[in-house]
C-alpha cells in the first residue's frame, strides 16, 4: 500500500534556500543516537516508526504531517499488507510540524526519512540535502533516471549522504545469501534466476501511472534489479520479452549480459491477472561451489514457504537454520545500517544511492527495450 499523507508542497522548491549547518551531538565516530525526522506518514512510515522504536542507534525525533489528526498521534487509520496496524504513538520528546519545509529547518535533526509516494521522493530529497541533511529514501530513489542523477549530484556537492532503503537484502534468505556472496563461502557468484510477481495491486493508487508510481517494474522489480547488481555488478545489457500496459511494462522475462562467457542471469517480474496468488518471490542463485534456492508465495487460502536450501557441488543438501523474526526486523537492521552509515561517513554496500539509482535506470533501459520491440 502506498502511503498518502503528502506534507510536501512540489512547487516549494523554487524558492532558493541556504543550506544549514548540520548540528552532530558529539563527534564523527563515537557512539550517539541519529536524529531521524520522517516525512510520509501511511504504511511505510509507519513500519519505520516501528523500527526506530527499537534501533539502538538511530531515534525518530520528529515528523511532519499535514493531517492534523496524525500530528496529534492517532495513527491508527494506517494499514498495509504486513505487519500490525497503526495505532496511536507517543509525542514524548518529538518536534512535529505540518511540512517538510518546516521540518529540514530543525537544527535537531540529522537525517531526513522519506517514506513519501514515489514521485514525491525527488523532490522532497532535493530539498532535506539543500538544507544541509542527509537522506534515508524509501525505494524507489526517484521515478525518472535524471531525477535519481540530480539527487546523487546534489549530494556529493554539498557532502550529505543519500541512502536508499532497498530492505530485501536484509530479510531472512536474502540477507542471508548476501552475506555468502559477500564472504565468498562458495566462490563467486556464477549466475542465477530471481522471480518477483504480484496479482493486480489495485489497493495502489496510479501504479500504471508513469509519472506517479512508476509501474511493476520501477515499483516493484527495482528489488530484484538492486540485488542483482549488489550480487553480480552493474550489467552491459539486457534482453527483454514480455507484455506492456499502457506505457508501462506490466510483466518481463530478462536475461541480462554481464559481459562474461560463464556468467548467466535472469529474472521475472511483474503483474498477472490472478487474485488467488497475491504475492510470489524466491530465487537460485548458482555460486562457484553451490546453489542456492528459496521461495515464498501467498495464496488466498494460506502461505507456502520453500525454505533456503544449499546445495553443495559434492553432493550435500544444507538446510541453514535462519534467525527466528517479524515483519520489522529487517527494518530495524536497515535502520541500523543506516545510522552506523550517517556516524561513520561510510555507505552501507546495501544502502547505496548510486546503486539504487543505477536500479531504476536499469528499470527503465527494461521498459524501454520492451516498448521499441511492441511499438
Keep these: 500500500m502506498r502511503d498518502d499523507d503528502c506534507c510536501f508542497r512540489e512547487g516549494y522548491l523554487k524558492i532558493a534556500f541556504v543550506a544549514q549547518v548540520r548540528l552532530i551531538p558529539e563527534k564523527l565516530g563515537t557512539k550517539y543516537m541519529i536524529r531521524v525526522g520522517l516525512v510520509g506518514i501511511g504504511f511505510m512510515g509507519w513500519i519505520h516508526q516501528l523500527a526506530y522504536r527499537r534501533s539502538k542507534n538511530a531515534k525518530l525525533t520528529a515528523f511532519c504531517s499535514s493531517d492534523a489528526k496524525k500530528r496529534a498521534g492517532d495513527w491508527r487509520g494506517i494499514q498495509g499488507n504486513f505487519g500490525p496496524p497503526g495505532d496511536q504513538i507517543s509525542l514524548d520528546g518529538m518536534e512535529v510540524f505540518e511540512s517538510l519545509e518546516q521540518m529540514v529547518r530543525s537544527p535537531n535533526i540529522d537525517v531526513i526519512d522519506i517514506c513519501l509516494p514515489p514521485h514525491l521522493h525527488a523532490p522532497a530529497a532535493q530539498l532535506a540535502l539543500e538544507n544541509g541533511k542527509d537522506v534515508l529514501c524509501e525505494k524507489p530513489l526517484a521515478i525518472h533516471s535524471e531525477d535519481c ?143 542456492l534456492q528459496h521461495e515464498f508465495a501467498a495464496f488466498s487460502d494460506s502461505a507456502e514457504t520453500m525454505p533456503l536450501k544449499i546445495v553443495t557441488r559434492d553432493g550435500q543438501v544444507i538446510r541453514p537454520g535462519l534467525p527466528a523474526s517479524d515483519d520489522i526486523d529487517a527494518f530495524v537492521a536497515e535502520i541500523e545500517d543506516m545510522a552506523e552509515s550517517v556516524r561513520t561517513r561510510t555507505t552501507a554496500p546495501r544502502l547505496d544511492g548510486t546503486l539504487a539509482a543505477q536500479a531504476v535506470d536499469l528499470a527503465i533501459t527494461i521498459q524501454q527495450q520492451l516498448a521499441s520491440r511492441q511499438s
Excluded: C
Aim: glycine letters at 10%; zero cysteines; a positive charge.
Design 149 to 291: 542523477l540530480r539527487i546523487m549530484q546534489t549530494a556529493k556537492r554539498l557532502n550529505r549522504m543519500v541512502l536508499v532503503a532497498h530492505v530485501l537484502p536484509y530479510m531472512g534468505a536474502f540477507a542471508y545469501a548476501t552475506e555468502i556472496v559477500a564472504k565468498k563461502t562458495y566462490g563467486v557468484p556464477m549466475g542465477g534466476y530471481f522471480k518477483r510477481i504480484i496479482s493486480d495491486p489495485s489497493w495502489i493508487p496510479d501504479f500504471y501511472a508513469k509519472d506517479k508510481v512508476g509501474g511493476p517494474l520501477v515499483d516493484l522489480h527495482v528489488h530484484d534489479l538492486h540485488w542483482i547488481q549488489l550480487l553480480f555488478g552493474k550489467p552491459k545489457g539486457v534482453h527483454v520479452v514480455g507484455r506492456m500496459q499502457g506505457e508501462v511494462a506490466k510483466f518481463v522475462h530478462v536475461i541480462y549480459d554481464f559481459g562474461e562467457s560463464q556468467v548467466a542471469v535472469a529474472s521475472t517480474s511483474g503483474v498477472i491477472d490472478g487474485p488467488g496468488r497475491p504475492f510470489t518471490h524466491g530465487f537460485e542463485l548458482h555460486l562457484e561451489y553451490a546453489t
